[in-house]
C-alpha cells in the first residue's frame, strides 16, 4: 500500500525554484519523511529528512505541515542537473523504506 | 572513499540460469537491502538484513536468496524459480540502531542491471 502520494511529473525552469509536493495522511508519529533522487539510471541519493520541524541542507529545504500529512521539497534554484525522479518516503527505522513511482522533475532552459 | 559496491553492472543470461549479484559495502553499516525496479517504476523490497547471519524476505522475495556471512557482504541469486528477473537492482545499506531509533538514511549503490535473454 503505498503510503505517500505525489504528482507523477513536474516541470521548473532553470534557475527557479521547484516545489515538490508530497502527501503522507496516514503518517505515523515516530515516523520520518524522507527525500530521495534518482538520475536516470543511477541509485538513489538521499537528499533531508525531516521528524516535525522544517530542514535545511546544502541540498535542499524540506517543509512539513504542522499536522505532518504533507511536505513540500524545495529546490531553491533548480538547475539542468537536478532533472531527475525524486521520491518521498515515510518510515522509521522499525519499517523499510517503501519507494512509490515519484515524482519526475524536468529542469528545463 | 567509502560507499556501497555493486558488480557486475551489466550482466546477461539464459533463461533458467541462476545468477548472483554482488553487493560489497565498507561504511561499517550494520544494514543491507535488495531492491528491485522495473522501468518506469519505484523500487521494490526483495530482501534485507538488520544483522549478519539474519536475514528477511521482503515485499518480493519469491524467487530469490541471500545470505549475509560477513557484515560488508550481501550478494543476491536471482533464480530460475524468478519468472521475469530482467530488472535494475539496487543494493543499500544503513546504520541499524533498533527499531526505536529513529531515522534510518538508506545509501545506495549504483545498481546491477540484469537482462535474460
Known amino acids: 500500500d503505498a503510503k505517500t502520494t505525489q504528482p507523477p511529473s513536474m516541470d521548473c525552469a532553470e534557475g527557479r525554484a521547484a516545489n515538490l509536493p508530497c502527501n503522507h495522511s496516514?503518517?505515523?508519529?515516530?515516523?520520518?519523511v524522507y527525500w530521495y533522487r534518482q538520475i536516470h539510471s543511477q541509485g538513489p541519493q538521499y537528499i533531508i529528512h525531516?521528524?516535525?520541524n522544517n530542514e535545511t541542507n546544502e541540498m535542499a529545504s524540506l517543509i512539513i505541515t504542522e499536522d505532518r500529512k504533507s511536505s513540500t521539497l524545495i529546490l531553491p534554484h533548480a538547475t539542468l542537473r537536478d532533472t531527475a525522479v525524486y521520491y518521498c518516503i515515510v518510515g522509521n527505522a522499525g519499517n523499510m523504506l517503501t519507494f512509490g513511482g515519484g515524482t519526475r522533475l524536468m529542469v528545463k532552459p | 572513499d567509502g560507499g556501497i559496491t555493486q558488480s557486475p553492472k551489466y550482466l546477461f543470461r539464459k533463461e533458467g540460469q541462476n545468477v548472483t549479484l554482488s553487493c560489497e559495502q565498507n561504511?561499517?553499516?550494520?544494514?543491507m537491502y535488495w531492491y528491485r525496479q522495473d522501468p518506469g517504476q519505484g523500487l521494490r523490497l526483495i530482501y534485507y538484513?538488520?544483522?549478519?547471519?539474519?536475514?528477511q524476505k521482503g515485499d518480493i522475495a519469491e524467487g530469490y536468496s541471500v545470505s549475509r556471512e560477513k557484515k560488508e557482504s550481501f550478494p543476491l541469486t536471482v533464480t530460475s524459480a524468478q519468472k521475469n528477473p530482467t530488472a535494475f537492482y539496487l543494493c543499500?545499506?544503513?546504520?541499524?540502531?533498533?527499531?526505536?531509533?529513529?531515522?534510518?538514511?538508506?545509501?545506495f549503490g549504483a545498481g546491477s542491471r540484469l537482462t535474460v535473454l
Open positions: 543499500a545499506s544503513s546504520i541499524y540502531l533498533g527499531p526505536a531509533s529513529g531515522a534510518n538514511v538508506l545509501t
Open positions: 561504511l561499517n553499516h550494520d544494514a
Open positions: 538484513s538488520q544483522i549478519v547471519n539474519d536475514f
Open positions: 525531516g521528524l516535525k
Open positions: 496516514t503518517i505515523s508519529g515516530n515516523e520520518y
